[in-house]
């Protein structure tokens, strides 16, 4: 009657989450605090490119014709983008350390599979596992 302690469940995967652990959820926040630390420094560089940008054109603008300024103007719009989009990332990264700490971080949406450690440092706001990435992309 009694049942074998581990029992091998063949084919489908349970629903229910596994549980990762302490040691791997703390490399996932090492990771992730990394990558947050790393688009902030380069958030700051591209504020201080636009700071700069901004400079520039009330500075010398005096004998810009009219290609001059609308290159800047060019310019400064694509350096905004640029920090718009990392400030972006930045969040999505804050996200996720949250959802970390709630234990609802780092599960493949489709199939509730651990997503691998290396996936997550790479790609922050990943929902997908490898696997289920590749399946979704075919379709
Ligand atoms: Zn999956």
């Not at 990771?31 to 940008?53: F, G, K, N, P, W």
């Not at 290609?67 to 103007?73: C, E, H, L, V």
């Not at 949250?98 to 489709?110: N, S, V």
């Not at 450690?117 to 990435?133: D, G, H, I, N, Q």
Request: hydrophobic fraction near 30%; charged fraction near 35%; include cysteine.
């Amino acid at each position: 009657m009694a049942k074998p302690a581990e029992t091998r469940t063949a084919g489908r995967k349970p629903v229910t989450k596994a549980t990762r652990s302490v040691a791997e959820t703390e490399k996932i926040r090492a990771a992730l605090v990394a990558r947050r630390d790393e688009l902030r420094a380069e958030y700051d560089q591209t504020l201080s490119e636009i700071t700069e940008l901004q400079r520039d054109r009330l500075t010398d603008s005096a004998g810009d014709d009219q290609a001059d300024t609308g290159t800047k103007t060019f310019e400064r719009e694509q350096e905004i983008s640029l920090a718009n989009s990392i400030r972006e990332r930045i969040t999505q990264v804050e996200r996720a350390l949250e959802r970390l700490d709630e234990g609802g971080y780092g599960w493949c949406e489709r199939c509730g599979d651990p997503i691998p450690v290396e996936r997550l440092a790479a790609f922050p706001s990943a929902t997908l596992c490898v696997k289920c990435k590749q399946l979704a992309e075919r379709r």
